[in-house]
């Protein structure tokens, strides 16, 4: 067997979600053309287009709509990625929102749902994740879409930084606790990705102008610059990378 063997993914079943665009879209079509069945979830009633990019690749999609706000969909998310394909093995937890306000005005409800989407119904993920691999006596591979700011401030997300700095320690700590079960738990951390997420950013000409000025790479990561990232970590290739969280950021870290 080949080194490139070890990157293949074929017969396995990835739950991802949030797949319907952006980055989760990028990582699940990756992931399918790795050879993996994926069983997407999002907010929206359909993922047609992530669906009809899936059959393309060769694999198959199903899809089940719930609001990851509340963890109460996450059993029945497991009972359906079962139900469908028997096995789950690569969990990617990449549903997630971001919330602006000066700090000083922030509110509880904009606090809550980001914390209980981005960091509360994460953790009841891995955790549902983890019981299947164990039951299953398989390993399997979770992987946590972090972010810059799970390493830095930033400014006026006060809730998105907390989420995403609980994102990195948290999977370091599922690493630790799992990875004598052949689990193995990491992380991404996207940069500046040109996405839903920060068009608001984008369409700023200042703010734009001067992320841009900071990125190395010199331009804004696409859901394709995480999607090698995503399969490297659901594949055997990365066995033995437990609880580490990769910057996929053009440099922004580096500088
Ligand atoms: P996006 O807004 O395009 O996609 C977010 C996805 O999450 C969508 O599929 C959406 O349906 C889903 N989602 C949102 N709320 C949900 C809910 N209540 N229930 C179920 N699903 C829900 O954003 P994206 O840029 O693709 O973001 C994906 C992940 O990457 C997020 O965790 C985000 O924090 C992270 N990230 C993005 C960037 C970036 O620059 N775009 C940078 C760092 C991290």
Same mark, same amino acid.
């Given at each position: 067997?080949?080194?490139?063997? =070890? ?17 989760? %879209?990028?990582?699940?079509? !990756? ?11 999002? #907010? ?87 019981? #299947?691999?164990?039951? %299953? ?14 390493? %830095? ?16 320690? =948290? ?7 799992? !990875? ?20 608001? =950013? ?24 995480? !999607? ?9 290739? !990365? ?17």
């Amino acid at each position: 067997m080949g080194i490139l063997d =070890l990157f293949r993914l074929d017969g396995k079943t990835a739950i991802v979600t949030g797949c319907g665009r952006g980055l989760g %879209q990028g990582i699940g079509v !990756a992931l399918a053309e790795a050879g993996a069945n994926v069983f997407g979830v999002g #907010q929206a009633p359909q993922a047609d287009a992530t669906g009809e990019l899936i059959k393309k690749a060769g694999t198959k999609f199903e899809y089940f709509s719930a609001d990851l706000v509340s963890r109460e969909p996450v059993p029945r998310i497991f009972e359906g990625a079962l139900q469908a394909f028997g096995h789950v093995d690569i969990v990617v937890n990449n549903a997630g929102i971001i919330k602006r306000n000066d700090t000083v005005d922030f509110t509880e409800a904009d606090w809550d749902d980001v914390i209980n989407l981005n960091l509360k119904t994460l953790f009841f993920m891995c955790q549902a994740g983890a019981r #299947q691999f164990i039951k %299953q006596g398989t390993g399997g591979k979770i992987i946590n879409i972090a972010s810059m700011l799970s390493f %830095q401030g930033g400014i006026r997300v006060p809730s998105y930084t907390a989420s995403k700095g609980g994102v990195r320690t =948290l999977t370091m700590l599922m690493a630790n606790e799992w !990875a004598p079960y052949h689990i193995n738990a990491n992380a991404i951390a996207p940069g500046y990705m040109a996405t839903d997420n920060t068009e608001a =950013l984008r369409a700023d000409k200042d703010r734009s102008a001067a992320i841009l000025g900071r990125i190395p790479a010199g331009r804004w990561g696409t859901p394709l610059d995480v !999607a090698g990232a995503a399969v490297f970590l659901a594949s055997a290739a !990365a066995d033995y990378i437990n609880g580490y969280t990769i910057a996929v950021d053009g440099g922004w870290l580096a500088r």
